[in-house]
Structures are given as C-alpha cells and as structure tokens.
C-alpha cells in the first residue's frame, strides 16, 4: 500500500467550517428520512456516515475535475460548493424547476447529482471553468464505466497536441475523474472490468471504496473475497518499473487528518502522473441504514451497533478538534445548533417552493369548477361537487390529484347537462395547458432537440459519376472514415481490433498508421467499458466512435447502453449530453453467435438513442456523416455480409449525409407494400423479382432506421396505394416487425386503408443454427418472402394466383 505524506498544514476556520459541512449533511439526513416516513417524500437514500470521507476528497476537487459517482456523495458535493441543504430536499421532494433542482429536474429520486455542461441553447459551457458532476444513476456500479472514459479523456487531451486547442473542455489532460462506490458494489462486473482497463490503460482514476461492513443486510464476508477489496487487488497494485496497475491508499472513515494526507498524496499522483488510484475507506459507519425501505436494527448486532455510535466520524471528528484544543465545548455546539436551525429552513424553503406552483395549479381548477354544481337527473346526487370539495380537501395536492379530478368531473357530467358545454369548455383549456406543461417537465430532451438534432442536419445525397470507381462496401467506409478524421480532430475510435489491423472487416484499413495510436486505438475484450469509454469521453466534448465487434456482442453493455447513455440528456432535463456513436456489425452469418439480428432487445431498451440499420456501407457512411454533424447518440448496424459487396464509391465520400427517419422507396410497385432493413433488403429484392415473374407488383420500402421510424410517412402513403403490407426481418417473431407493424398501423391510422390481413415474416424463435442449411431453415428467404406475399395475393384472386403447392 502506498505511503502517506505528513506536511499537511490545517487553518482552524477550514476545520471548524468541515464540522459544520459534517453536521449540516448530517442533520438533512436525518430530516429527509423523516419527511419520507410522513409521506411527504417519496423514498430517501443518504450519506450519513461518510461525512468526513466525502469532506477530505472534495479537497483536492478541482475546476475542470469530474465525478461519477454513488448516491450517497451528498457532503462531497456540498463541501465542492455544488449542492445546498435546500437543494437536498428539492430533490427529495422532487422538484421539477430546473433553477431549483438543476441535478435531475425531479426525474431522479434524491442524492442522483449532476453539474449542468449545456447552455440553455445545448451549446458546450467552459468545462474548465466548473468542477463537473456526470449525471448518477442507481444501478449498482453503474458509475463505474461512463468513469473510465471521463479518465481516459484527460489521457486524449493530454498526449494529443492537435487537442490543446480545445481550452472549454481540458486544460491539457490536468483533470481527474473521481469515482466512488459502496464496498458491497464493487462484487458487480462494472467494477472490475474498469479497474482493470483503467489499469491498462493508465488514466487519472481517482476511485474511492466505501467499506461500512455490508451491502444492505449482508456482511462483507459474504460479499468480497479475503472480505477487502484493497486485498483482493493486491495482484493489480502497482510496483516500482510496472507500466501498468494501479496504487492502492488505505484509510479509516473517522480519522480525519489520516483521510486528508491520503486523498491530497493520491489524487495529486493520479493528476501528475496518470496513475489510477484506489481508496479503501474502511471503518465506515451507515447510522441510519441502506435507505428509509428498512432498518439497520433489524440485520446488526447489539455490539456492532454501539461500535457505530462509538466510531460514528462526525463524533469522532468532534473529539479530535477538542483533543486538538482548535475549539471549545460550546463553540461546537454552537455550529451543531446552527447546523440543525440551517437544515430545517432549507427543508422549510424548499418545501413551499415545491408546493407552491402545484396548489396554484389546484387554486386554478378549483376557480373553474367552483359553484357549478350539478345534480345528476338519474342518480340525484352533486357529483362535481363532491369531487371538488375532495379536491379542496388536500393540503398538500400533486398534480395527479388535479388532473384527475378535472377528468372525473367531466366524465360525471351528464351530456344534456345545461352547464356541461361551457365547463367543458374551460376544462379543456385548463387540462390542454397542463398537459403541456406536464410534458416539458416530465417528457421532454429524450433526444437532441436543438438546431444540432441529428432530425435537423441537412441532408447531401451521395454523388456519382463517370469516373465513381467501383470498390468493396469495406473501401467506401474506410475512405469515409479517413476524411473523417482529417476533418475533426475530437473524432476518436476504438475496439477490439480496430487499431492494429484496421477492424475484423478492415474498416480502419491504415487509419492508425495515419493518425495515431491515441486516435485509432485498440481495447481489450471489455465490451460494457468500450461503451463507457465512449459515454464519458464524448461528455467531455470528445466525438467517439465505439465499435462493439458483433451486434450480438452489445448484450454485455446493454445495461450501460439501456441506464446510462440512453438517458443521460432526459435525466438531466438537456443538462449533460454525450453523442456517442455506437458502430457494430450485425444480420446475417451462420450460427448461434456473431450472427444475430435481435434488434427487439434493442429498440425496447434504448428509446434516446438513435437505431441505423443500413443495407449497405454506402448509406452507412452517410449516417455516420449525419451523426458526426450532431447532438445525438446512436448506434450504426452495419450489414455483416455487405463488407465485400461491390458499391460506387461515392465522388462526396465524406461530405454526403444521409436523413434520420427516412425511408427509401427502392421499387414502385401497386399490389403490395413489402417493408425491411438492412441485409434483408438484398433478400427482399431477390424476392421481389421473382414475384414481378407472376405477375405482382411489389412496392419495396427500406426503412433505413428504426428508432426514428419514417418520420415523412412514407409507408402510409405506400399502403394508401397498394392496400396490402407486409414486414420482413430477421429477427424474433414479435420482434421489430411487430414494433414497425404497430407504428405503421395502429399509430399512422393505415389499418384503415386495408384491404388484406397485415404479414410478418421473421426468423425462429430460436438462433440461427449452423451451416448454411442451418441459416436457410432459421433465417426469412427469399421463398419465405415469395410465399408469404403471394399467399396474400392468393386470398385476394385464386383465380389469378392459384396455391402453387396443392
């Protein structure tokens, strides 16, 4: 374990100001789990007992610095100046202003923290200029590989001089990332995965473990092995001449001058030298418990109950300033009752201002509806009376009390009611306004939805020539990529395989040889942190590329991809971003792996970031194009089978950008509209000619995205012709046929415009087998699509199209 300096030097009035941080986060603690317990809260989560950890760190917590963190960093971030007393309880409350919440906007429950990196407009802040907060999530080690990437960027702003120009976002790599973690978190797979990439890679990691003995109600026994995790890495721990590893600091919970002289050692090592850092903080105490679900009574022991009040670190911390004659009896309690007065007027004051708008939206409905009562003529009784007399009732209204009393209201309301014209009338204007409102407060910035939308990037369509040369699908994204990097020097890519040898289909071809290792770099086989490297780089202004080998492959970071990525710019009410691209390679091969098409698991799970699905590297680098112009994240599937397809090369390799969200007719036809994407679009046309033989005409429509799904409403209008659709993929059935089927039909209104039952053609219900045979009799064929849309036409003319097969 690393040695500790002992020359720090302590200022009286900087001691006595942590005691009273300490014992501020402490009494809001206290408080906020008993406003959950009367039900003015919905759940609670706290940082008691980690006060003076958190104290210590948020030291050496400077300008331009990130934290990716764990929920219960509440004094950290109140001893960096990020959070008030009164913003504690905004957040319990879950207050919905972003001037009064800025960390979720009431989209989080508490203690879920995050610094605001976004103008208004969506545009960069001077990152260098605040100290920076990635946006928590809940998931356990869920922090942990959006850390590694906010790490590893101060490594890319650092070595590559190209990006020292870029002063909003990095002081030339000087930043640390500061991580923290409950000890019985550090069993999930996050943790080690990025330890040991971060390891690897050697980034300014500054990763701080808070041992308190359990995880909920289990012991450490039963949660680590040796029961410490600074012994369990003892083997990644780095010696003298190591190039890679990590250093390891200990440290007890209550020693407050032993936590200062290791975090100022540690974190300065990290900052200077790029050495990943790991804290073990042990002796820590939880006084209340996991969170206001349970009681911490019910799983500890009578002795390790007293042993937690005795090494409780704000008491121990009281002693120590006493011993250390820096003040008296009475002037400790003095901060202790200021502390406790300055706690319950920060849940006062934030309290009225989450109520406040709420019942003036009650006061509001209420004016409308009051004295128009209404006896009904078959039951006799004042219902809209009734209703509102429970609705003045509540003290304390939300705002589902409200509206659902305006819909109940008019719901009793008798049609032929004298009174029910005008009151329905005003309700409606009532309800339409807070509906809106609703939806800003509630729905709003799942995407981009600024002038740098992906939805907003001007199109430029691929231009060819004469002299277009014809090359492999593989030479139009590698060229593609090359002017690409020419053009931005943010623009990084990774994966397995990416750097050295160019990517398993030679994507990259020569692109490291160019540009650089710190450019084209390759990863270990870590896919959840190749995803996380990706999310925090590109929050810190980076434009990553993460190349995930295999679609198949992305099931290991779907957490990440799902909790994290996904959510970012929705969680934070346009507060962070990170427009990560997410490169892949998918559809058809043959066998169980490498080989899927399971984009159900994907458009189900990852609604905020955009899904691609090209039938071609053509159109793949036009989305890339597009996305690199963007705010948006997104993943690009590439057609696995289309590498060493010949395309043009286009004569605007780089320049042209395909649109988001809109299909491409690719033959007109009047009898059927037959909708796809991807691989199957070269399945679909071989199909489509061999129906043209029997005399149906097959209107073929490629999708190009799903996730956004044919914002013009092409398909619609296609069906408006034919009368008859079908969708074709290859994945599970129910799968994204059904999630196209349901767009197109129920949510654009073409039901209404069939003439036959609506198809689907998908694969099995189970993987693709081996062998081509095994991929025929698992995947959709071309006959599969003959026979299905000719099936069709049979139900319609048997005459014209009898059964082919009786």
């Known amino acids: 374990m690393a040695s500790k300096k002992t020359n720090i030097e302590f200022d009286k009035q900087e001691i006595l100001n942590d005691y009273y941080i300490a014992r501020l986060s402490r009494e809001i603690s206290l408080l906020g789990r008993k406003e959950v317990l009367t039900g003015k809260a919905k759940f609670g989560i706290f940082g008691d007992g980690k006060e003076l950890t958190q104290i ?49 906007a009431g989209r989080s429950f508490n203690n879920h923290f995050g610094t605001r990196s976004l103008n208004p407009d969506g545009t960069w802040k001077d990152l260098t200029a605040m100290k920076n907060s990635s946006a928590d999530i809940s998931p356990t080690a869920g922090q942990m590989p959006r850390l590694l990437g906010l790490a590893w960027a101060s490594k890319l702003f650092r070595e590559n001089r190209e990006l020292h120009q870029y002063k909003n976002f990095s002081n030339k790599g000087n930043e640390v990332a500061f991580g923290t973690i409950g000890d019985a978190s550090t069993s999930e797979g996050h943790f080690f995965e990025t330890i040991n990439a971060a390891a ?84 820590i105490t939880q006084p209340q418990g996991h969170s206001t679900s349970g009681s911490h009574e019910r799983y500890k022991s009578a002795e390790r109950l007293q042993w937690e009040q005795d090494f409780d670190c704000n008491n121990k911390f009281r002693q120590w300033i006493i011993d250390n004659k820096l003040a008296s009896n009475d002037e400790l309690k003095a901060i202790e009752e200021k502390a406790a007065t300055d706690a ?77 014209k005008q009151l329905q009338s005003d309700l409606s204007i009532w309800m339409k306004e807070n509906y809106e409102k609703a939806n800003d407060l509630y729905s709003t910035h799942l995407y981009c939805e600024t002038e740098k939308s992906a939805l907003r990037i001007k199109p430029i369509p691929a231009k060819f ?76 202004g980076l434009r990553p590329v993460a190349e995930i080998q295999y679609f198949d ?149 490629d999708v190009q995205t799903l996730l956004p799904f044919d914002l013009p409403n092409m398909v619609l209008e296609s069906v408006k012709k034919t009368n008859r659709v079908a969708f074709f993929d290859e994945d599970v059935p129910g799968g994204a046929t059904a999630f196209m089927m349901q767009k197109v039909l129920e949510e654009r209104g073409a039901f209404n415009y069939l003439d036959s039952e609506p198809r689907t053609i998908t694969a ?19 006959e599969d699509v003959f026979e299905t849309v000719y099936e069709i036409m049979h139900e319609v003319n048997p005459k014209r199209y009898p059964d082919l097969y009786k």
């Open 764 to 782: 099995k219900e189970h993987r693709p087998a081996y062998t081509t045979d095994g991929d025929y009799f698992s995947n959709p064929n071309a």
């Open 200 to 283: 690897v890679l050697q980034v300014p990691m500054a990763m701080t473990v808070y041992d308190d003995g359990y995880g909920i109600s289990v012991p450490r026994e039963y949660q680590t092995a040796k029961g410490s995790i600074s012994e369990l890495l003892s083997g990644i721990e780095k010696k003298k001449g190591d190039k890679t590893g990590m250093k390891i600091y200990k440290a007890k919970g209550w020693d407050y001058h032993g936590l200062i002289e290791t975090f100022s050692q540690g974190v300065d090592e990290a900052r200077t030298t790029h050495t990943p850092i790991l804290f073990h903080i042990t002796e």
């Open 553 to 701: 492959y992305l099931l290991y970071a779907l957490q990440t991809l799902s909790d994290d990525l996904a959510t970012l710019r929705w969680r934070t009410k346009n507060g962070q971003m990170a427009p990560l691209i997410i490169s892949t390679r998918g559809h058809r091969l043959e066998g169980v792996w490498h080989s899927g098409s399971p984009l159900s698991m994907v458009i189900n799970s990852i609604r905020g970031i955009y899904v691609c699905v090209p039938r071609n590297m053509t159109q793949a680098a036009g989305m890339y194009n597009t996305l690199l112009e963007a705010d948006d994240p997104a993943l690009v599937i590439e057609p696995l089978n289309g590498y060493r397809l010949k395309e043009k090369m286009p004569d605007n390799i780089g320049d042209f950008k395909v649109p988001l969200g809109v299909p491409e007719v690719l033959r007109e036809g009047t009898d059927i509209t037959l909708v796809t994407y991807g691989s199957c679009v070269r399945i679909a046309q071989e199909a489509v000619e061999q129906l043209h033989e029997f005399g149906i005409s097959v209107e073929l429509i």
């Open 344 to 420: 319950r007027e920060a849940k006062n004051a934030a309290w009225k201002k989450y109520t406040e708008p709420i019942k003036a939206e009650r006061d509001a409905l209420v004016k409308i509806i009051d004295n128009r009562s209404c006896v009904c003529k078959r039951e006799h009784i004042d219902k809209v009376g009734l209703i509102t007399a429970e609705l003045k009732k509540f003290p304390n209204p939300i705002r589902k009390d409200n509206m659902s009393s305006a819909k109940r209201i008019l719901r009793h309301v008798c049609t032929d009611c004298s009174i029910r």
């Open 465 to 540: 020539s004469d002299k277009s040369v014809t090359v492999t699908g593989r030479e139009v994204l590698r060229d593609n990529w090359h002017k690409q990097f020419e053009k931005n020097p943010l623009l990084v890519a990774f994966g397995e395989d990416v750097g050295n040898i160019g990517g398993v289909n030679q994507t990259y071809e020569g692109l490291q040889q160019k540009f650089g290792e710190i450019r084209i770099t390759d990863t270990g086989i870590r896919e959840t942190t190749i995803i996380g490297q990706g999310l925090g780089a590109a929050q810190r």
């Open 56 to 104: 210590a760190m948020a030291k050496n917590f400077k300008d331009g610095d990130w934290r990716s963190g764990y929920y219960r960093d509440q004094t950290f971030m109140m001893a960096a100046g990020l959070f008030s007393a009164e913003d504690f309880f905004a957040q319990l409350y879950g207050q919905t202003d972003v001037e009064l919440n800025p960390g979720n």
